[in-house]
């Protein structure tokens, strides 16, 4: 892989490269079998032709020699024939001269027919004389016979005229045979030259159709040979990065930092991971769908290749995690300066047409050789230091700490056993009482949790309940737990209720209330006695989410609380935005009611709120039978502490109930805090 990085683009579809191929391969194979029939047809055509007009040639060549040789032979007789019939005088010889000379006639014209007309027009033009002095003397000899003048008509046929002229027909008779024989003999030699050079362009037409059929098959091949290259270059490509951001992906990164890290190990330099993560990402993604959530990354991407260098390596490691690879051979500040660098570009608002988006990321460094020489150690290295980033608040760096890796190990292997606990049924409910302060009668309890583990022993909520909500795994943890108070439930009285809270991450989940629903139905518990506690840190993370979730609880028949009420900036701002049933106390105003008096003005004040809203109350922390005096002097009807009861399992609670029944006064089961737990 390229050292220089740089970011894959969409690549648009295309046609199969194979049908393309093929379809050439067939147009190619079609037009040679197209142009081989038209070949093989034209082929055959001339050749049928060729020798329909070399045999026709034949026969006139044929035909020439054989009117050549009876002309002579005519010639002969009829010289015979008239010199018989000189020296005869015999009639016989005369009829016999006449055919002779018909017949020779006959045959000059059809040797003429074999000649082209100029030449049989010639041999007419240049007999024509001869052939009528021949005729007249003819004439004349035929009536000295027939008077008996045989001496006359002996004397006309051996004159020196009748012989001339009898030599210039027989010339020019040889000459007409003779251009008759060359000119079928021509004919026949053009039809073989024609035929030659017909079978000649053929193979050349052949030859070269082949050659530019080969040569356009060639072509395409060629083409096609490239679309596939640049198809495997593509799919390499696609192979190596992320379909949403272009970026490399976490196959190709690994490939990239092991390249690196050999190149960084053979010159002695040093090189630093940074592991990026987006802050109030979940929420953006959550509130307006994944199609906002990918365009947030995308865009993330692009800043990533804006604030950094072409050549720092640049991946989307999965979710919204971004891994950076930067040589650090200016200095080990060059990766804090990235650092920096990457947290303020991507705190800059993001706009999609009318929307803004507000994000933020933690960046955890870790360094080689340093830290780590693998690149899956300096991963896991640079995982572990944005962890500590992320614990520290949101936009901030932190550089990997060997120290603490030890305590990352011991954290990544409590939430494994956390996970498996939940799964087991290690996370048990117990249970404290929520109790009216004049009467001290129970008038709710809140769930609380413990964690039953095989080998830590039990332990309690600050030991687990943070590492739950940070693995996603206090959304489980609930409904779990939720399950098992259920069934608690129906042994209670009828009229307790159920308090339990709800983390600020199970705000986001917007099957939380269904999920609620579902439990109570299962167990066939009503929905009024149960009462959802919400902290101020839920509510400062999404306003308009906990208002959607309020709405839904209390449409359901469940009744919400706020709880830890001052603690935070804005609880006056929530409560007239939001019904709350009830608002808790948090336990550090009521621990210093007679220490400080601003607590019991900031008490006062709340109870004061709480009346002019038509809110219950409930104080928490109360340990003395002095502080609930004192509250119930300032107006606080209810209360919660270890002066009615710790924490116990749903045992001791129905053991404590039935304690009160056995009692020789009758007492009603609300009593039971009577009887400390």
């Known amino acids: 892989m390229p050292d220089t990085h740089h970011p894959t683009q969409r690549l648009l579809p295309t046609v199969s490269i194979v049908e393309e191929t093929m379809r050439q391969a067939l147009r190619a194979v079609a037009l040679a079998l197209v142009c081989t029939s038209l070949l093989t047809a034209t082929l055959l055509a001339e ?98 016979l027939n008077s008996g003048a045989l001496d006359s008509a002996r004397t006309l046929f051996d004159g020196e005229r009748y012989t001339s002229r009898t030599r210039l027909i ?9 251009i008759s024989l060359a000119a079928t003999e021509r004919q026949i030699r053009e039809l073989r030259t024609r035929s030659y050079i017909v079978a000649g362009l053929a193979l050349a037409f052949t030859v070269g159709g082949g050659l530019l059929l080969w040569r356009r098959l060639s ?24 379909l949403l951001t272009g970026l490399d992906n976490r196959a190709a990164l690994h490939d ?29 993604n959550d509130r307006n769908g994944h199609m906002v959530g990918d365009l947030v990354l995308k865009e993330v991407a692009v800043r990533l290749g804006r604030c950094l260098r072409q050549s720092d390596l640049r991946a989307r490691y999965g979710g919204d995690e971004f891994v950076v690879v ?32 507000n994000i933020g990321a933690s960046v955890g460094v870790a360094r080689y050789p340093r830290d780590a020489s693998s690149d899956d150690e300096l991963i896991r290295k640079a995982d572990s230091a944005l962890y500590r980033a992320k614990k520290s608040g949101m936009n901030g760096v932190c550089v990997y700490d060997p120290k603490l890796d030890e305590a990352m190990s011991e954290r990544a292997a409590l939430e494994q056993e956390l996970r498996e606990g939940i799964s087991e049924g290690q996370l048990i409910p117990y249970y404290q009482p929520i109790v009216s302060l004049a009467k001290r009668h129970v008038m709710s309890l809140e769930l609380l949790c413990r964690w039953k583990h095989p080998t830590r022993g039990l332990l309690t909520p600050d030991k687990f309940i943070s590492l739950a909500e940070d693995s996603g795994l206090i959304g489980p943890l609930t409904i ?38 579902a439990v109570l139905k299962e167990n066939q ?54 019904t709350f049933d009830k608002i808790k106390i948090d336990r550090s105003f009521v621990r210093t009611l007679r220490e400080r008096p601003e607590s019991t003005k900031i008490v ?58 056995d009692q020789v006064e009758p007492l009603d089961s609300q009593m039971m805090v009577d009887v400390p737990l």
């Open 47 to 144: 050749r049928l032709w060729s020798s329909a007009q070399l045999e026709h040639a034949a026969d006139r060549h044929a035909q020439a020699n054989r009117l050549a040789g009876e002309i002579r032979l005519a010639e002969q007789e009829l010289l015979q024939a008239a010199q018989s019939a000189a020296l005869t005088g015999e009639a016989s010889w005369i009829e016999r001269y006449d055919r002779l000379t018909a017949n020779l006639t006959q045959k000059i014209e059809h040797a003429s027919l074999l000649v082209p007309l100029t030449v049989a027009q010639r041999y007419r033009d240049k007999t024509k004389e001869a052939s009528a002095e021949i005729a007249q003397m003819r004439q004349s000899a035929l009536n000295a």
């Open 170 to 178: 027989r010339e020019a008779t040889e000459e007409l045979t003779a």
């Open 219 to 242: 072509s395409g091949l060629n083409d096609s040979r490239g679309s596939l290259l640049e198809a495997e270059v593509r799919v390499q490509r696609l192979a190596a990065s992320d």
């Open 256 to 284: 990239a930092m092991q390249t690196r890290l050999a190149r960084a190990a053979k010159h002695h330099q040093e090189l630093a991971v940074l592991m990026v993560d987006l802050d109030r990402f979940k929420p953006v």
């Open 326 to 357: 930067i040589d650090e051979a200016d200095g080990k500040r060059t990766a804090l300066a990235a650092a920096e660098r990457i947290i303020e570009t991507l705190c800059e608002p993001m706009y999609f047409g009318d929307l803004a988006v």
């Open 480 to 517: 779990s737990l939720l399950n098992q108070a259920c069934r608690d439930m129906l042994r209670f009285p009828s009229h307790w209720r159920l308090s339990f809270n709800v983390a600020p991450e199970q705000i986001q989940d917007e099957s939380l209330v269904p999920q609620l629903l």
């Open 525 to 578: 518990v009503p929905p009024h006695r149960l009462d959802v506690e919400l902290t101020e840190t839920a509510l400062v993370n999404d306003t308009a989410r906990a208002r959607q979730v309020i709405l839904a609880l209390k449409a359901a028949g469940m009744t919400v609380t706020l709880d830890d009420f001052g603690t935070g900036y804005s609880s006056l701002s929530y409560l007239a935005e939001m």
């Open 604 to 661: 006062d004040a709340i109870l004061g709120l709480s009346r002019s809203l038509g809110v219950d109350t409930v104080a928490e922390g109360v340990e003395t039978e002095e502080e609930a005096q004192l509250l119930l002097n300032l107006g606080c009807k209810n209360g919660q502490g270890y002066l009615f009861g710790r924490p116990v399992r749903a045992q001791e609670l129905q053991q404590r109930i039935a304690l009160v029944a």
